[in-house]
């Protein structure tokens, strides 16, 4: 049997279950002007990925690369979500907006 596809699964279903809290305290925090760093640690995994000789491990950083890559756009979507009221401003940011 191979569970290389179960485990590659398993982790995936971990990164982006991490990922989602992560990108509400990003936004919460730091407003959607933190997406540059998302941008660049999706680059530096998925260029990581392409050298590795596992394929469990060089799967893995795949999917967190590009799960940081959707990332992105979940934090603009999280900026409006706040808009709306769906979640909670935080009331040090200005006007509770900060897309810059």
Do not use: C
């Not at 982006?16 to 530096?44: D, N, Q, S, T």
């Not at 706040?82 to 900060?98: L, S, T």
């Amino acid at each position: 049997m191979s569970f290389e596809g179960i485990i590659i699964g398993a982790g995936a279903f971990l990164i982006i279950g991490i990922l989602h809290p992560v990108v509400i305290k990003a936004e919460y925090h730091f407003g959607a002007r933190i997406w540059p760093l998302f941008l660049i640690g999706g680059i530096i995994f998925i260029g990581i990925s392409l050298f590795l000789g596992s394929v469990i491990t060089s799967s893995l950083l795949a999917v967190l690369g590009f799960s940081l890559l959707w990332s992105i756009h979940e934090l603009f979507e999280q900026v409006k979500r706040v808009e709306k009221g769906w979640f909670p401003a935080n009331p040090d940011k200005k006007n509770g907006k900060d897309l810059n």
